[in-house]
């Protein structure tokens, strides 16, 4: 079992930055690859960017390409996304996801482990 906690959420303005991280327990960190996920009001949850478990590769959502970093820390048992540049549509609720496999996968059904998310709201 894998229990992830995020933090950092809040409300920024437009054109603003944010880190959020998510913190894992649980079995080894190091052996999921990571992702992170968001779901806006009336929206279905879509995959904003993942890591894989060494860190060594990343994927991102079109969306976010360019203004979103993902890192993780093992040592830490931590994975982050640095959101830049935010955007009003980037308002939603943003949960950590985890997979007990070295890929990243888009789907959310991929995802074993979930948080219980945090608000990010973007004011235009």
């Known amino acids: 079992q894998v229990q992830l906690v995020e933090s950092g959420g809040g409300l920024v303005q437009a054109g603003g930055s944010l880190r959020l991280s998510c913190a894992a327990s649980g079995r080894t960190f190091s052996n999921y690859a990571m992702a992170w996920f968001r779901q806006a009001p009336g929206k279905e949850r879509e995959f904003v960017a993942g890591?894989?478990?060494?860190?060594?590769?990343?994927r991102y959502a079109d969306a976010v390409k360019g203004r979103f970093t993902i890192s993780r820390d093992n040592a830490k048992n931590t994975v982050y996304l640095q959101m830049t540049s935010l955007k009003h549509e980037d308002t939603a609720i943003y949960y950590c996801a985890g997979l007990n496999d070295f890929r990243v996968v888009v789907p959310a059904s991929g995802y074993d482990y979930w948080g219980q998310g945090t608000q990010v709201t973007v004011s235009s």
């Open positions: 890591i894989t478990y060494s860190g060594g590769n990343t």
